[in-house]
């Protein structure tokens, strides 16, 4: 089975602090995805990224970046950590864009 | 993508069918319907998903009507386990790039004794 291991389940940061969210796929897939994850609003996608070193902005990606060097290994980086990020933060991954997604259990952030 | 509509809530007694329901009907021919579904405190979990054929698999069967402006997912014989929110989503696939999936709020499915 594909895993997707994000690094960490729970993580409380303060506000100003550079966060970095990792996430690891051990499939070898193209695709891999950050997703957050707040009440009422569902899931919304922060970034993609097709290939290494290739990304695209998703629908709300203001605050974050993310960083792929390598193929199984996909970061979100929060550079200065504000409490509206507090969040679920879910990662996932794909081998094309035909194939149904993997998605990590997620990261509870906190900024306080 | 096309926009879908899902029931909020819906409930199923164990070991009965789950008929959860989706409206998609500004769907386009090159768009693929999924279903995921998501336990509380986990990642969603890629159920199944179709084109214009029903479609069946080991957790779910997928029935998409003909005129594919809406589709139901069944769960033959639901458990408690299968208690989670259920999302219907429409994708439509590019080249090149990776086809992201947008999710709405879907269908909390609570399942009983």
């Known amino acids: 089975d594909v895993k997707v291991t994000q690094s960490s389940r729970y993580l409380v940061k303060r506000t100003g602090e550079k966060v970095f969210l990792e996430c690891v796929q051990d499939?070898?897939?193209?695709?891999m995805f950050w997703y957050r994850q707040d009440p009422g609003l569902g899931l919304r996608l922060i970034y993609f990224?097709?290939?290494?070193?290739?990304?695209e902005k998703g629908d709300i990606p203001e605050g974050y970046s993310v960083s792929r060097e390598k193929k199984e290994r996909f970061s979100l980086i929060l550079e200065s950590a504000s409490t509206n990020q507090t969040s679920m933060y879910l990662c996932?991954?794909?081998?094309?864009?035909?194939?149904?997604?993997?998605f990590g259990s997620g990261t509870r952030l906190t900024v306080v | 993508d096309a926009k879908t509509t899902q029931p909020p809530s819906m409930d199923c007694a164990e070991g009965r069918a789950a008929n959860l329901p989706c409206n998609h009907s500004?769907?386009?021919?090159?768009?693929?319907v999924y279903w995921y579904r998501q336990i509380h405190s986990q990642g969603p979990q890629y159920i199944i998903h179709g084109l214009k054929n029903n479609e069946t698999n080991e957790m779910a069967s997928l029935i998409i009507t003909e005129d594919r402006k809406s589709s139901t997912l069944i769960l033959p014989h639901a458990t408690l386990r299968d208690t989670a929110v259920y999302y219907c989503?429409?994708?439509?696939?590019?080249?090149?790039?990776?086809?992201?999936?947008?999710f709405g709020t879907g269908t909390r499915l609570q399942v009983t004794l």
């Open positions: 499939m070898d897939h193209e695709n």
């Open positions: 500004t769907i386009s021919g090159n768009e693929y």
């Open positions: 989503i429409v994708r439509v696939f590019t080249t090149g790039t990776a086809s992201k999936l947008t």
């Open positions: 990224s097709y290939d290494v070193k290739m990304k």
């Open positions: 996932a991954s794909s081998p094309d864009f035909y194939y149904g997604y993997t």
